[in-house]
Structure formats: C-alpha cells, structure tokens
C-alpha cells in the first residue's frame, strides 16, 4: 500500500489507518506495514451528527470482523453511492458535464466520498482545485450539496466499544461545543484528538486539559489523504509515541484482540 510504503520513507514508526466508513484496506496495510517495519494500527473515522453539525469518530485497534460494525459501514457505503449520485445530478443541473463513471475513477476500493467528486471535476477543467469546487458547489450550504447519512457520536461510540476499538473524538477544533466532550465521555469516549495541524497552541493546550480533566487519552493524527495538496502530507505531522503506548494499554485490556 502506497500510504505505508510513504510511511516508511519518512522514518515514521508507526501509522493509523482511518479511512472514512471503511476498513477495506486495513489487511494489506498491515502486511505491507509488517514488510517495511511500520507498525499498523486498524483504525476507522466514523460520519456522525448532533444538532446539525458534524462530528468525525475515530476507532483505534478496531476488530474489522465485527458484524455490527461491518453492516453498519456496508449500510454507510451504499447511502455515500446513493448521495453521490444525487451531487452528480445537482451538478449536471447547473451545466457541469461530469458522470459517474468520471468520478469512480478516483476512488480505487475506498468508500465514495465529496473529494473525487472534486478530482473528477478538476481532472476535466470544471475547477482549478478543491477551494473551488467545494467554494461554489458541493460544500456544506452550496447548490449542489447533499447530506450525509449518519449516525449520532453516542451511538458511534457503542458500536466502536462493542467492536473492542478506542473511540476518540476526532479534531475537535471544527466542531466547538467543547461542552459535549463530557457528555461524549460519559457514553465511553476514550480520547480527544488534541494534536492537529489546523489546531493552534491554544485549542491544543484546551483539549489536553480537557483529556486530563476526563481522564481521556490525548491522541493527535495529520488527517493526510495521500497525495492531496491541501491536507498534510504523510511525515508532515507526528505525535509522541507515548500516545501508541497508551492506547495500545487500552487495546490490551479489551475483552479481546482486534482480528486483522
């Protein structure tokens, strides 16, 4: 896998995949990862919602054979296809020649998502880049939005329990309301993601007192997706190795191992 073979060129020890309501590519990320040296942690980003607004769960160490979890991301990919299809005819409507064949091309064995929406249009001249496309057309309020299926943090956070992952609030900074992250720990939250590139010092320091104050685990990640050039590329961003340690004492003390 490109991501663990980047990986290990930039000397990183260890990587998480947490693909977006998919773990499709988790048992080749690991072999690959077990070749090269680079530990591979199975982890997913969970789409959920409270009150309008949009909350990304982290899963770490998750058993990618759980059936709860599996239907749940099998019922997550066919409502991405579904909702991509609609952005697709919300496009055509406002004079964009684009198909769905044109943006299945970038998705390779991932679930759909708004970013190769994006790469289709720019691949076709419609768009210079993602500022453009997501400025104008399909970011949350444009004309050729559409919502996303999802479920509630409470209710994504007893599906990661139940499959024996870590759930961990993923870059809170875009969120606010740091008023839920106590109701997020009383329904099992075990981390807050605190290092993150689009955090500054200040919202770093408020979420580490806040992982303290509710005995969280403090966890940071890049966000990279590949080789897109407005996220952070892999080696950009790392945390300190002691937040592996902590969640894999976690890991451990689960009922059971995650399979991979």
């Not at 008023?179 to 590139?197: H, N, R």
Request: proline share 5%.
């Amino acid at each position: 896998m490109d991501t663990v073979k980047i990986a290990s060129q930039q000397g990183l020890a260890a990587i998480a995949i947490a693909d977006h309501d998919d773990v499709s590519g988790i048992r080749e990320a690991v072999k690959t990862g077990n070749e090269l040296g680079v530990k591979v942690i199975p982890a997913v980003e969970l789409s959920t919602r409270k009150m309008g607004i949009s909350v990304h769960m982290l899963a770490y160490f998750i058993d990618i054979e759980n059936k709860e979890l599996l239907d749940f991301l099998n019922y997550m990919k066919r409502t991405r296809l579904e909702r991509a299809q609609k952005i697709v005819h919300k496009l055509n409507a406002h004079g964009m020649d684009i198909t769905m064949d044109d943006v299945k091309r970038h998705v390779g064995l991932g679930c759909i998502g708004r970013p190769h929406i994006a790469e289709a249009l720019i691949e076709k001249g419609l768009a210079k880049d993602f500022r453009e496309v997501f400025g104008k057309y399909i970011g949350d309020g444009k004309p050729c939005h559409v919502p996303k299926a999802s479920t509630t943090p409470e209710e994504a956070i007893k599906l990661i329990i139940e499959a024996n992952g870590i759930p961990v609030l993923a870059h809170p900074g875009f969120i606010g309301h740091e008023e839920w992250v106590p109701l997020f720990a009383k329904a099992g939250l075990m981390g807050v993601e605190a290092w993150y590139p689009n955090h500054s010092t200040k919202q770093t320091q408020a979420y580490l007192d806040l992982a303290k104050e509710y005995n969280l685990i403090p966890t940071g990640g890049s966000d990279s997706h590949g080789t897109r050039p407005e996220y952070p590329q892999i080696g950009d961003f790392t945390v300190p190795y002691e937040v592996l340690e902590r969640l894999e004492e976690y890991a451990k003390s689960s009922k059971s191992q995650c399979k991979i």
